[in-house]
């Protein structure tokens, strides 16, 4: 859906975790912006629950420019079945999962709209809505963040709020596969992070969280709510856009 903007064991999941970390730090299969709470080389604020919330209070002079990043985990394991299964080590996949960072956004004016890589909506840096996506990244395999929103910082007192979603775009939607994370990183300030780690099938679209402009600050509260599609998502957030149908070029 592109918009119409003009109209088992707690133990054994952490050491997957580390070991995924590690693999990605060295070089291996997967995402090397993505940041593992259980990696202590790494920091950050940690969100997994709906509900939860973060706070960036205001700076004196305003805050410069904050990227919004997501990263994923590219990598699979493929299990080993049957009698052989004992004497073979599981196989390392790539997921070839493509994910779509996108936002919806109003400003303080009234203006709202949204952008998203599939259907070539990116935003604007120095005129409204000040805030640009960057380019497609399909497999999740380069280096750093995979997609970035940058928010121009002399204009966030411009902006009220933006959600933020993550769109499936080609592959099976399992979100478990892949863990999508959004990281909110504003210079001199720890990096706010929501990582996605229910298990939803047949739900393509996670609005995963909201900023918003709170006397200044930043406030960053995790949704992690699954939709069918873009227009149930926007439906149940009230921003009220069209959406029609779309395919990436």
Known sequence: MAPDFTKNSTHSI????????VKSRNGGIGAAGFISPYDSSQSGTFLSK???????????????DFE????????????????????????????????????LYVLKNG???GM???GAEHGAYDTQPYIMLSGDERKGDKEGLDEIITVNGAHWDDIE????????????????????????????????VVTLNARKGKMSVCAVAGLENIRGGIKLTSYLEYFPGHAEMDRAFGYGLSWETGRKD
């Open 161 to 192: 709020k933006i959600l933020l979603y993550v769109y499936i775009y080609d592959g099976a939607p399992n979100w478990s596969a892949v863990r999508p994370q959004i990281q909110v990183r504003v210079p001199n300030e720890e990096a706010m």
């Open 116 to 118: 998203q890589a599939f």
């Open 111 to 113: 203006m709202r709209g």
């Open 50 to 64: 709906p509900g939860e919330v973060a706070i960036i209070n205001p700076h004196d002079a305003g805050f410069p």
């Open 14 to 21: 952490l050491e997957a975790d580390r070991d995924r970390a």
């Open 68 to 103: 919004i990043g997501m990263a994923w985990d590219n990598v699979a394991v493929e299990s080993q079945k049957g009698f052989w299964s004992k004497f073979f080590k599981k196989r390392i996949l790539r997921a070839g999962v493509d994910l779509d960072l996108g936002c």
